[in-house]
């Protein structure tokens, strides 16, 4: 019988500081979604360190969806489609960062 590939990433895949600075540009980022730039530099910091640890672009998004769904700042948006568009945008962001270069 063949078993499907585990993408999911191991408990410690990326580095706590790495985590701990995308979440608060993501905090930033839902206040002020017109500003970007904080949250690109983080999530390209992210992206560099998953190509160093040999994580596969799915990897890399499970970590980020799992730090933008705990975040208390997503449970207060009020319009569950805002929510989707800014998590759309979001690993949209992290998808070219991960392929930049």
Same mark, same amino acid.
Not at 48 to 59: D, G, I, N, V
């Given at each position: 019988m063949m078993m499907a590939h585990d993408s999911s990433p191991g408990p410690s895949a990326l580095d706590a500081l790495t985590i701990s600075s995308v979440r608060e540009a993501l905090v930033q980022y839902i206040d002020v979604p017109t500003q970007s730039n904080g949250l690109r530099h983080a %999530?390209?910091?992210?992206? $560099?360190?998953?190509?160093?640890?040999?994580? %596969?672009?799915?990897?890399? $998004?499970?970590?980020?969806?799992?730090?933008w769904y705990n975040l208390p700042s997503v449970h207060t948006i009020s319009d569950p489609a805002e929510q989707i568009r800014l998590l759309q945008r979001v690993v949209t962001m992290c998808i070219r960062e991960y392929y930049a270069d």
């Open positions: %999530l390209n910091r992210m992206a $560099l360190e998953a190509h160093e640890k040999s994580m %596969l672009p799915e990897q890399l $998004l499970v970590v980020l969806k799992d730090i």
